[in-house]
């Protein structure tokens, strides 16, 4: 008699997900007849690339043959040591269809359609689970798919197949929605000819199958993707569109009463159910399916079937997306803390979740969506709010509670699909970077952009992300930043064991992290596994270059003894004799590491330009500015090595960068002072110089000689803002840019005049230091970043002005417009730490009294405390902990004092030539 097929109801869940159990070896010596054919299966998907539409047919390599046959004389055995009163139907239907692959692969046709002909389709048959019923439309769909790839009369087969198609399956029927697109893809090869003769909307139209509409916007939805784009013609998608549009009109035209709760609509749940599931998968950009199905339609369309439905998930999950992509997030909130009710109730009722991965699905986009640096923090400056009813507090809170919940969903998608992940939470006796090493799944055969692998991969990235918040700005102590910290690193890790080489993004986001966590090492061989597969990641050849720098940096530290340390005398005897610090190219003769990386980015970044002038094609505002901070790294590299002097000739090489990268910029027209058209006189501040010229303290004197740093402002002004005589101009004056690039590029530019402030700061040189600061308040408005400068400027000559300064700086970073910018508060604090900490008289001086003073130092101290706790900006900045020591000191706490100071000093044997944030994508 054959097993009760209860029993068997994990295997099938496990692989209708794609996946295979873990110990399917071992089903090689199972006495189930079941198992037994699973095992052979496993051993036939292993010899394909991968399993996907467009793999399912082709052998890895021609070594594999005989594998196969070998496969096919193992599967007759099977079926020949179990009687037929053994085997259950599905059981034998499983070994038929994949009797047929093999005979399919080792390219016997005959053997194929004899062996699909032997077996008899039986709809008769009753099956009791849900796993069941879902095994079957999976096995059914490798049937024909499989029949028809063998006939010659194959499209007549799949056209007969998809006539019955009741629905695309839902997403958590992997493997059935793998073998149905195979099926889309060989008929729409067929009618093109393999592409040769592209097909028109309306050929698609004239077919037999296409009065079953669930079946036809299936496969209309494929043919957009990009497998399916070659087979159809440029006017498919706009015919397509308005097919459409007059679709969900005709739908919501259409009368029906509200249902009671024990009838279903099957008919129209079924293409909610399937047109959306294929309209997502037809393109990753949103804003292509936006452009193919507007959002108002949908939203209008989705809400009309909420009123002839009762309580159907799928119809509200697809709302949900709706509405977020038309920005009504707090429609959305809501409707998602809906959702999440009508799911735990179904729970309660049958004691499972039917469609986990989509439920994963929805969970990840929306704590993606919500998360405050996606909502909240970049309407932060904008009038239009897409939370205009929920506080950032409770959406926050909420958020948290979701991702416990989340996390609880992907543990139980793990037992289902067999998968592997790392048991605890992130510890520095685990490596890594072990997915690199050691495949965790070895039985999930499904590529990196099947369902299972990207929603999987997904959501970990979205918890991560959404601790990664957390850690910024809701750490209220060291315990809960370091709880968070192995979360981030927990989650980012985990989206790679699933996916560890498909995204650039993750992979990115996972080396960043590893490189905030010190992990300078695992994060350098991290970043070079990326740039093997994506070379064009500039992000990641600046983080590489820093982190070597910081290698360098704390290879020297190690190394070096005071004796190695060259005396002034020598180093003017060496500027005496003319020594060749710098080559031509700005290299030494014997380069470091960060030099050599930089130096290939850059090389490769010109190429990149070059390829997009030449095929005029635009380059992206983030690929820019990655290209753009490349060339600024290198300079700091340079003035590591050889000094800040060494690279004042070269400051000149940024602004023609920029020029280059950003030929179209316009920039604010100067008012005009006194019929003067002087760009220097036009400040938006207006204000004048901070500057005592009779103060020379701090400062160098430039009177009675032609002062060459002056010279090179007036040269970078005039470079900055010459939009004549541009090479390549004509090819790219006519670039349209939103009004948002065009805001970003001037404060990029706003950026480059602050840097190139802070050099001449360093070496002292106040005068030119100012005028830089005058540029980037021309370039864009003055702001936060512009006033703390100007405390730095003016903290050693006029203290009083510092400190107005930077109280200011301060007062905008709490306003609720610049309570994000985390980065500016930093540095607005060092700033003031180091004018509040120093004793001199006119430190002093800024306080009445011993007891103001005392005050001052107790509020630095907790916006220090407080900052520190900000993981990585406060945490990470050795600045931060050598100021709390000095605040430390002067309350006499050793402990603290002690600890801060050890703080500080691991924080500068590892610091790079620039922080890791520069990294990080760019944002006003």
Known sequence: MPVDSTQHQPLFQTLNLGSFPKDVLEFQDSQSYLRQIIFVDHQLQSCLPSVSPTTLYTVANGDVLSKIKRLTSQVNSINSNYAAIEKTYLEVYYSSVVLAHLHLLDQDYESVIATLNGFRIDHSVPLGTVAEREFLDYLSARFHSILGRASQNGPTIWTIFLESLERYGHKGQVSANIWIDSIFGGLLSALSSVGKKPIGFSDLRSQKFSKNVVAFVSMANYALRKEGEKFTTGSFKPEYQSFLSELLKEKIKQKKDFPNANEENSEDLYFVESFYQTLNSSSFNRFDIAKLVSPELSKKFLVNMTEKSYQNQSVLSNLIITLIDLGEYDEAFAAFKTYVSYVERERVQTGDVPDILQVITLYSLCISSFNPTKSFIPDANASFKKFKYNSLD????????????????????????????????????????????????????????????????????????????????????????????????????????????????????????????????????????????????????????????????????????????????????????????????????????????????????????????????????????????LKMSQLAVWEATYGVESILEFITEIFVLYRELFSHVQFPKPESQNGLGSRTEAKWSKRPSVMDPSDENGTRKASGSKNPAKETIKRLSKISIDNTDRKHANNRQEEQISKEDHKQELRILQDIWLWTASIYLRLGFLEEAEQCIVEAETADKPNVKTYTLLGFLTSKSRKHLALQEFERSFEILHSTEEKFNRKAYGLTLVGMSQLLITKDEETESLFVSEKDRDAGLVRLKNYLECYSNCWPYGHNSSEIWYYLSAIYEEFDDKLLQSEALWKCIDLETNRPVRSYDICEDFFI
Not at 403 to 427: G, P, V
Not at 584 to 590: D, E, I, L
Not at 592 to 619: C, M, P, Q, W
């Open 394 to 629: 409770t959406v926050v809170q909420e958020l948290v509670k979701l991702a416990k919940t989340l996390q609880n969903y992907l543990e139980e998608l793990a037992e289902i699909a067999n998968l592997s992940y790392d048991d605890a939470l992130y510890e520095k006796d685990q490596d890594p970077l072990s997915f690199l090493y050691h495949k965790y799944n070895p039985q999930v055969f499904v590529g990196n952009k099947s369902v299972l692998v990207g929603t999987s991969s997904e959501a970990w990235f979205s918890l991560g992300k959404l601790h990664t918040y957390l850690l910024i700005y809701n750490s209220p102590n060291s315990e809960i930043l370091n709880e968070n910290k192995a979360k981030v690193l927990l989650f980012h890790k985990n989206s790679l064991i699933v996916n560890s080489s498909g995204n650039l993004g993750y992979l990115f986001e996972y080396a960043l992290s590893l490189a905030y966590d010190n992990n300078v090492t695992e994060s350098s061989k991290l970043c070079k596994f990326i740039l093997k597969k994506f070379p064009e990641s500039f992000k990641t050849w600046n983080l590489l270059g820093l982190l070597a720098s910081a290698s360098d940096n704390r290879n020297f530290i190690s190394n070096s003894k005071l004796s190695d340390v060259p005396s002034e005398e020598k180093l003017n005897k060496a500027q005496n004799e003319n020594v060749d610090f710098l080559s031509h190219n700005g290299r030494t003769n014997k380069a470091n590491e960060s030099e050599k990386f930089i130096g290939d980015a850059l090389n490769i970044a010109s190429l990149y330009i070059s390829k997009h002038r030449e095929s005029n094609t635009s380059v992206s505002l983030q690929t820019k500015y990655e290209i753009l901070q």
